[in-house]
């Protein structure tokens, strides 16, 4: 039997997370009960990889899927006038942070005897899915954008899933595979509460990482605010056990293209505000409805950060930037390092504080992308 239980955003049910489920039966999203709290005494310190926090997830026997997902590097690197951290989700097994989730949702799914298995995605994600569904035997299907960078489609399809490319835009792919629903188990990482449980083994490599301290800001490159979701989560089980006194700044990074959080947020509301969205190179973020609005807007304003909508142009200085500080990451990521920028410049974050950016994805998933941004020539 599985140790967690799942409480319903909508109705308040609460019920054990025993039985496969991506949502409650009067249609509203889990979430997972609050974890019992997590003390470096517990660390699995032989393990380099986010099972080293195994003692902290609400999963009641071994893994039996793991591609080593985790324990990715902390860079110090100079931005401006400004020592800042940069946690490099972009080295996880299939190049995004993605694999976090992932990998405790597959294992949970696995212990509640799931089958046949589909996702909707704009790209990292299905990748993700896919190739763990293909390390532990388990059929899957993946709804995509047919605007969808070409290497994460090939990603997807070199892992012997079934690729539906889906016209139109990112919530037209979100329909698709909530109509196939009936067909075989939706398992959606913006819906199902095992995958925050994965992200937020994100929060206790940072703190160990930094010694056992929390940084004053974490930056996020946020769509649907899984990684702000378990950052919360882990900072809250930290602080729960007396390891921590205090939690960080949390920033939600936007395309202003996208931007739903942005929208809320400058409405001052806890519910989805109506927006115009626009194409933007950050598809990765392009969440045009994102299901767990609520609880983000929460977790920002508890945490005293907000929310940070970049526009179009800012993207690819700040991702040639990190490029010349040997970080390739695709445009998705290079969002958090435009709001550094902006945030470090109003003086928001100082220069003598502990900063992180979260980098949640390889350049290698978009390189056509950034040799346009970029204006380079492969040829030459």
């Known amino acids: 039997m599985t140790v967690a239980n799942y409480e319903c955003s909508a109705c308040g049910r609460s019920s054990p997370a025993d039985l496969p489920q991506w949502r409650c039966d009067c249609g509203g999203h889990l979430n997972l009960a609050p974890g019992r709290g997590f003390e470096r005494g517990a660390i699995a310190a032989q393990d380099a990889s986010l099972w080293r926090y195994a003692a902290a997830l609400a999963l009641s026997v071994p893994r039996r899927v793991s591609l080593g997902e985790g324990w990715t590097p902390l860079v110090l690197r100079r931005w401006q006038a400004a020592e800042v951290h940069f946690k490099l989700e972009s080295q996880m097994p299939t190049g995004s942070f993605k694999d976090r989730g992932t990998a405790v949702m597959i294992n949970h799914l696995l212990e509640v005897g799931i089958g046949p298995i589909h996702e909707d995605s704009s790209g990292n994600a299905g990748a993700s899915l896919a190739t763990y569904a293909a390390a532990a035997g388990l059929p899957c299907r993946i709804y995509v954008p047919a605007a969808a960078p070409r290497g994460k489609l090939v990603q997807i399809a070199a892992t012997g899933a079934d690729l539906r490319p889906i016209p139109g835009t990112r919530q037209d792919v979100a329909e698709a595979a909530l109509a196939a ?200």
Do not use: M
């Not at 974490?218 to 950052?231: A, F």
């Open 181 to 380: 629903a009936g067909e075989s188990f939706y398992a959606s990482h913006n819906w199902q509460p095992f995958f925050i449980e994965g992200t937020k083994t994100l929060a206790f490599e940072l703190w160990e990482q930094l010694g056992f301290r929390v940084p004053d800001n974490i930056l996020v490159p946020t769509g649907y605010g899984s990684n702000i979701l378990g950052l919360e989560r882990g900072f809250a089980e930290l602080e729960k056990s007396g390891e921590i006194a205090a939690r960080p700044r949390l920033f939600a990074v936007q395309a202003a293209n996208c931007a739903a959080f942005a929208a809320a947020w400058a409405a001052g509301e806890d519910r989805f505000v109506p927006f115009r969205a626009k194409p933007t190179v950050a598809d990765g973020i392009a969440a045009p409805k994102p299901v767990r609005i609520a609880e983000v807007l929460r977790a920002l304003r508890l945490s005293k950060g907000s929310v940070v909508a970049v526009a179009e142009e800012e993207i690819a200085p700040a991702l040639a930037a990190l490029g010349w500080l040997g970080l390739f990451v695709e445009p998705t990521a290079a969002t958090a390092a435009a709001a550094l920028t902006r945030l470090l410049a109003d003086g928001t974050i100082g220069a003598g504080q502990t900063t992180v950016v979260i980098l949640t994805g390889s350049g290698l998933k978009a390189v056509e992308r950034i040799a346009e941004l970029l204006g380079i020539d492969g040829a030459q």
